[in-house]
């Protein structure tokens, strides 16, 4: 349990105010006990008693030196047979004798008075000095007992406030721990991708300080799949070492496998792709010559089919002469990505144009009967070409697809 700050500030104002009663107190009882009756009276009225007994003692002694009557209790006792006897000049010697003997004794009796004031004065003063100084002590105490409570209030609502962020903090942490396990457990494969492409990034950054490392690099980046926006830093890399032909034919198989829809359409990088069609063919494999020719005929048909008539020629001459060339299933592959029915048919027309691509034409004559001969809408040059492809299949016996895998 953290000790709240409201106790802290009310057990501050009962100390606080402990301490002035406690002051207020002492000022009090140290002028209470200056004034109170039982202390011994001052100086002055010390010695106005004892002036006042000396002045009866002298109005005394003169009524005796007057023969008046004096009281026998206040000497010696005289018998009254003997009192006769005396003379007026014994009375008189014994009259100076006892005024002598009673001035050493109010001298004496005033000096003890005097000094027993002065030191009741002294011990009144000390004590009254004292208590002064205790009390300045105590209120020093009470302010500094009164900042020290402030500074631990201070703290505690300090440690609190961290306390309650730490538990927040702890709480997010606990939340954020619990989304990644999840992630972890159920999302192992997307995680793995993700960090797979972060890591392909990395080796592309690599590659832009190091174009030469490539030799090293071409092995992971082949069998890696490869964002698009990668390939501007990979065509930095390219450009930077083009020179170096094996070197650079590495980068040419990595914009031909993984960036044919960008790279064989790039101005620096389209013919140098275009005249190692041969080499990059033979040394892609049948699943990634499937999709560079897909994603190569499909960004043409974007872009308008006939628009690369020339280009595409090209590219089906290099793919006829390929390792790949005995597989129609391919050919049938690539037709199939065409979205629209008007581009399967330009296709065609492209193919069929060059006298040295008639089995590829065969392919896609065969594809194009088998989906739109008894089709009721098409058109009359649509039709036309199904009725030579019609006839160009008639005039070969026994016509068969060429070998798949």
Known sequence: MYLKADTFKKQSVWICNICIFILISCLLKTEAFSSDHNLPPSANQVQTACVTDQNKMAHTSSNIADNKPINAASFYSVEDNTSSTFNEENYKKEIAQLKQEMQEKMTYQIQCNEKAISSVNTIISGASVAIQILTVVIAILGVALATYITFVEKKVQTLTNYSKSSVEENRTIEQTVKKLHFEIINNIEK????????????????????????????????AREMSPELFTDLKTAYISIKKDRQNGFNYLILFFQHFPQIAMFDEDLAEEIESAYHNLMNSAFRNDILKT?????????????????????????????SKHKDYSDMHIEIYKALPTKEEKF??????????????VASIYG??????????????ESQKLVLQQITEENQKIPNFKNNKTM
């Open 293 to 321: 020719s897909r994603d190569f005929i499909y960004t043409c048909a974007q872009k308008g089919l006939l628009n690369y008539k020339e280009r595409l020629n090209t590219y089906y001459k290099a793919l006829s002469n």
């Open 346 to 359: 330009n296709l065609y027309d492209i193919i069929q144009s060059d006298s040295n691509l008639k089995d």
């Open 366 to 379: 065969k594809q194009l009967l088998d989906e739109y001969q008894d089709s009721s809408g098409n058109t």
């Open 191 to 222: 995680l793995y991708n993700d960090l797979k492409k972060q890591e392909t990034k990395s080796l592309v950054n690599r590659l832009v300080q190091v174009p030469e490392d490539i030799d090293n690099l071409f092995s992971i980046l082949a």
